[in-house]
C-alpha cells in the first residue's frame, strides 16, 4: 500500500519535473537558511550559560554621572568592592574580581620563554561560581596559594609537554615565581571569559605596583554569586550605593547585570548591541522560513488544480471524500519531509562556509533536537496547509463541474495575496541591505580625522619603556620609515579617563566632566596628520615639553577656552599648560560622537610604539624586524596594522552585514523563484488562450504586454507597501549611530526596478517560449 | 493559391511514430470551396492545420501563392496568417473571458485597426452573422451555433482570401448545421476560398470538389458537376 503511494507520488514529481523541482528546492532553501541563521542565534545565546550556577552569578557594573547628565556605564569596579560586598551583604554569597593581565607578559619556565597576553587575574570564589572542569589538581582548593598558578590543557601541552605539570614552576617577567596547581579544561568557545592561564589577583600588585585598596581606581570586573532565592530589585537598591558610602565625594552608583546576559545585552542602554542583531536575524530567519512556505504553499495548492480533473476521476469512478482527503494529505506532508530532509544535508554542506562567516564554531547538534524539531513542526504544518487546501476543496466538490471544465478562481485571490506578501517582503528586505551596507561602508571610509594608513604598532612589554628611545633612534633611520612615537593607547580605541581634572572658571558645585587622557611621545600628532587649530604640537626643539598640554576642541569648548594657549589645567595633583588645540578626531567606535581629550607627555605610560612608513609595508617590516631582534633577541617581534584594527572595530557589524545581505539574497531568490512558478502556472492554464491569441495574429510583444500587466500590478503594490516599512525600520537603525548616511530615493527605486525585473524576466521568458511554438500546441495543451 | 509537395507529417509520442500525412500532393485555385473528407484519424486536421501553418509538416513543400511558405518562421507565420487566412474550429476556441464582441474584435487588435475602424467592422460582421444581440454576452452563455456564427465572425473580420474550417457543424445540430453552412456558402460567393474539413456528405455537397482522404493519403478527388 505504502509502496503504491511512493510510487505515485514519485511519479507525479517526475511528470512535474519543473514545478516539483522549483517547490523542493525552494522551500528546502529557506529551510536551510533559516536553520543556518537559527543555529548561530542558538549559539550566541548559548554563551556563558555552560555554568551550572548561572541563575545566581551577576556582574557588578557602574553607571558614573557626569556634569553634562551624561551617564557612562563600565564594568569597571574598585579593587576592594568584591571582597567587601560579601562581607557585607548577607545575599552574597561569593564574589571575585576579575583583570585581564595588562598587555603582554614573559612567561618561562626551565626551558623556554614564551610571550602571553590572556591571562586573568581572580581570586579563589572564582573557581566556585564558575563552572570550569578541573582535569588535574585538587578540585575544591583549585588555587591554594598566593604563588599558585592555574593553566589550561592547551597551555600545559605547550608549556610541559606530556610531562605531568602540577606543581611545576612559570616565572614571570623572570623575578615572579608560580607553581602550576590545577589544570582546566580550555575555556569553551561560547565562554566571555577566555584565558590559558590564571593568576592569584594579587599578582596586578606585585607586578604593576598597583594599589588594591583604592576606592577611586575603577578597573576591575566584579562578578558576584548570589544566595538562592534572592529577590534581585531589593539587592539592587542594597548595592546601588555602595560606592558613595565608602567615598563621599564619588559619582558612582553600582548595579547589577546578569552574567549569562554579559556576551549580548550592552549595560549602557545602546539600542545596537548584540542582542538586537540577534532578534533582527531570528525575525529573518523566520521571514525566510515564512517566505519559503508561502512559496509552497502557492505552487502546491496551484498544482493541485491541475490535478481537479484526477479528483473527478476519482471520485466518479467511486473514490471516497475522505480517502481522497487522506491522499493529498499525505502526499503534501511527505513531500514536505523530502524538503526537510534535503535541507539538512544542504546544512550538513553549507556549515564549513557558514561557520568561517560568523566565526562561530557551529554543528548540528542532533543531541540538542528541540531546534530540529521544532522545524520539523514547521514543516510538517507548512505541508499540513499546502495539502489541506486541496485536500478539502478538491475531494468535496462536484466531479461534473470540474470535468466540463469549468476553473475555480477564488483560490486566486489567496495567492495572489500571498506573492504580495513575499514581493512586500523581498522590497524591504532589498532596501534594508542597501543601507545597512551604505552604513557600515560610509564608517570604514569616514576621514576619522586623523591618518590611519600605512601605520604598523608594536606592543610593548611591560618594563620595556626605558629601551624605547635607542629602539627609536635605530627603527627611525631604517629607509621608508617616516615617523616613529609611542603612546599609552592608539587612537582606534582611547579607554583611560578621569574626571579629576580642575580649570580656571570651573565653577566649585559644578558636577565632574569624564576627559579622555592620552600620553604621547614627540611626533605623535604628527605622525598621525591630526590637524593643530591652534598653538603647537609637542616639539623637542622647545625644550622640556613634560607638564604640557595639546586638548582637542570638545576639551577646549566644556573648558569654555576660545584663547587658550597658555591657560593652565589641573589634572590630579599636577598644572599642565595648555600649548595647542588640535581638531576633534574619533577615538572610539564611530557609533559615539567625540568626546573632551587631554594629551600629554609621560614616557612611564607607554605602551605601544607607532610607526608611520613611507606605503608597502612588508619590506619594511622586515627590516624593522630586522632591528627589533638584533636589539631584542629573546622578545619576539609582532606587530599590527592600524588600519586592519580600524576594520575589526566594525567588524560584528561588518560580518553581521554581509550574513544579512547573503541571507536577503537567498530570500530574493526564492522570492523570484516562487515568483516563476506561479507565473508559469498561471501562464500555463493561459495557455490555449495564449494559442487562441496567436492563430489571429497575435505576436510576442502581444502576448508579453498582456502578462506583464497582470503582473506589475501586484509588484506595483507590493512596492508601494514594503518603502515605508523599510524606511521607517532604517531610520530607527541610523538613528543608533553619531555619523550616518541618509537614506536615498534611489534604494526605493532600485528595489522597486529589481523587482519588476524579476517579474519581467519570468513573464519575458513563458511569453517567448508560447512565441515560438506553432500554435495548434497551444490549442491542444492540456 | 495553394500546392503542396509530397506533404509528410509524422508524430512521435513515447517511442510510438504515426504517419499523419503520407505524400499528400494538392492544389486549390483561389475562388474554391474544397471539402476534405475520410474516416475519423486519416489526417484531416492535420492537413488543415498545415495548409493554415499553425502547424509545420515533416517534409515536403507548401507554397502559398506560388511562394514556398514551410520554412517561415512563427513571426512570418503569424504575419501570413492575418493577412490572409480565418479559422473555423469544431469546438470553436472562443476566449472565454473575453465578450462575443471582444472575440470577434481580437484578429483587428493585432492589426492595428483605428478604434473607430474597429467599432464599425465588428458592429457590421456580428450583425451579418445574426448575432449582434448576443455581442455583450460571454461565449458559455450562447447556443453551440451561435458560438460557432461569433467564431466564423471573427474568421471573417478580416476579410482574409481563405477560410479553413475544421468540422464547422460537427458540434452543432442539424438546423444550426445548415445556418452555418449557408454563411460559408455565402462567403465563398462573394470570393473567399474556402477548405472545409468535414463527415457530412449533404455539407460535402456544397463543395465544388471533395478530396477523400484515408490513412494520410489522397485516395480520390471528385470533381462535382455544378448544378
Ligand atoms: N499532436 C499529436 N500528437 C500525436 N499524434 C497526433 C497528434 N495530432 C494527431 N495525431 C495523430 O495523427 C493522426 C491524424 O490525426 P487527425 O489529423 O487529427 O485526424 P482527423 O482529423 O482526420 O480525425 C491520428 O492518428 C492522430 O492520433
Ligand atoms: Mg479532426
Known sequence: MFKIFLNTVFRKLYLQKGYSLINILGLATGITCSLLILLWVEYELSFDSFHQNKSQIYSVYENQTYADGETFTVYATPAPLAANLKENIDEIDKATRISRTWGKLMLSTEGSTF???????????????????????????????????????????????????????????????YHVSAVLKDSPKNS??????????????????????????????????????????????????????????????????????????????????????IRIFTLVAFIILLIACFNYMNLSTARSERRAREVAVRKVVGAHKRGLFALFMAESIFISLLAFGLAIVLVELLLPFFKELTQRDLTLKLSNPTLLLSFAAIVLFTGFVSGSYPALYLSSFKPIRILKGKLYRDSHLFRKLMVIIQFIISVALIICSSVIYRQLDFLQDKDVGYQKDNIIYIEMLDNFQKHYPKLKENLIKIPGVLKVTAANQMPINFTNSTSDISWKGKSKDAKDVLFQLSFVDYDFIETFEMEVLQGRAFSSKQGADSLKLVINEAAASVMNMKYTIGEK?????????????????????????????????????????????????????????????????????????????????????????????????????????????????????????????????????????????????????????????????????????????????????????????????????????????????????? | MIKTNNLMKKFRTNEVETTALNNVNLEINEGEFVAIMGPSGCGKSTLLNILGLLDNPSSGELFFYNERV?????????????????????????????????????????????????????????????????????PQQLSGGQQQRAAIARAVITNPKLILADEPTGNLDSTNGEEVMNLLTQLNETGTTIVMVTHSPSDADRSHRIIQLFDGHIVTENMRQKL
Not at chain 1, 597576553?117 to 563552572?131: A, E, M, Q, R
Not at chain 1, 582535569?135 to 605531568?164: A, C, H, Q, W
Not at chain 1, 606585585?206 to 570586573?221: K, T, V, Y
Request: charged share 20%; hydrophobic share 45%.
Open chain 1, 569 to 782: 589645567v589641573k589634572i590630579w595633583d599636577y598644572e599642565g599648560e595648555v600649548i595647542g588645540i588640535v581638531k576633534n578626531f574619533n577615538f572610539n567606535s564611530l557609533q559615539v560622537g567625540v568626546k573632551p581629550l587631554l594629551m600629554l607627555m609621560s614616557s612611564d605610560e607607554f605602551k605601544y610604539i607607532a610607526i608611520k612608513t613611507s606605503g608597502d609595508e612588508q619590506p619594511i617590516i622586515n627590516k624593522i624586524r630586522e632591528t627589533w631582534s638584533k636589539s631584542f633577541p629573546k622578545i619576539p617581534f609582532s606587530y599590527r596594522l592600524l588600519k586592519d584594527d580600524f576594520s575589526y572595530l566594525y567588524k560584528a557589524e561588518s560580518r553581521m552585514s554581509l550574513v544579512f545581505i547573503s541571507f536577503t539574497l537567498i530570500a530574493i531568490i526564492i522570492s523570484a523563484l516562487g515568483l516563476f512558478g506561479l507565473s508559469s502556472y498561471i501562464i500555463e492554464q493561459k495557455y490555449k488562450e495564449m494559442g487562441i491569441r496567436k492563430v489571429f495574429g497575435a505576436e510576442f510583444q502581444n502576448l508579453l504586454r498582456s502578462f506583464l500587466y497582470r503582473f506589475l500590478k501586484w509588484i506595483l503594490l507590493a512596492n508601494l507597501i514594503a518603502w515605508p516599512i523599510a524606511y521607517f525600520l532604517m531610520q530607527w537603525w541610523l538613528a543608533g549611530f553619531a555619523y550616518r548616511i541618509h537614506i536615498s530615493w534611489m534604494e526605493f527605486l532600485g528595489a522597486g526596478l529589481l523587482s519588476i525585473l524579476i517579474a519581467f524576466i519570468t513573464v519575458f521568458y513563458q511569453s517567448y517560449k508560447i512565441s515560438t511554438i506553432a500554435p495548434i500546441k497551444a490549442i491542444r495543451y492540456e
Open chain 1, 192 to 277: 566571555s571569559l577566555y584565558f590559558d592561564f590564571l593568576l592569584p589577583f594579587n599578582f596586578i600588585k606585585e607586578n604593576w605596583g598597583f594599589n588594591l585598596n583604592n576606592w577611586d581606581s575603577h578597573a576591575f570586573l566584579t562578578i558576584i554569586q548570589i544566595k538562592n532565592n534572592t529577590y534581585i530589585p531589593s539587592l539592587e537598591t542594597k548595592i546601588k550605593p555602595y560606592i558613595k558610602q565608602n567615598l563621599k565625594q564619588s559619582n558612582t552608583d553600582l548595579a547589577l547585570q546578569k552574567f549569562s546576559d554579559y556576551h549580548l545585552h550592552s549595560i549602557n542602554g545602546n539600542k545596537l548591541s548584540p542582542i538586537l542583531y
Open chain 1, 115 to 177: 610571550v602571553e597576553n590572556s591571562g586573568l587575574c581572580v581570586d579563589p570564589d572564582f573557581f566556585k561560581i564558575f563552572s570550569f572542569p578541573v582535569l588535574l589538581g585538587n578540585p575544591n582548593l583549585v588555587m591554594p596559594d598566593e604563588r599558585s598558578i592555574v593553566i589550561t590543557e592547551k597551555m600545559s601541552k605547550r608549556y610541559f609537554g606530556e610531562d605531568n605539570p602540577l606543581g611545576k614552576t612559570i616565572s614571570i617577567n623572570t623575578n615572579l615565581k
Open chain 2, 70 to 138: 514551410d520554412g517561415y518562421n512563427e513571426r512570418q507565420r503569424t504575419n501570413l496568417r492575418k493577412e490572409n487566412i480565418g479559422f473555423v474550429f469544431q469546438s470553436f476556441n472562443l476566449i472565454e473571458e473575453l465578450t462575443i464582441y471582444e472575440n470577434v474584435e481580437l484578429p483587428l487588435l493585432y492589426m492595428k485597426v483605428s478604434s473607430s475602424e474597429r467599432k464599425r467592422r465588428v458592429n457590421e460582421t456580428l450583425d451579418r452573422m445574426k448575432i449582434m444581440h448576443r455581442a455583450k454576452h460571454f
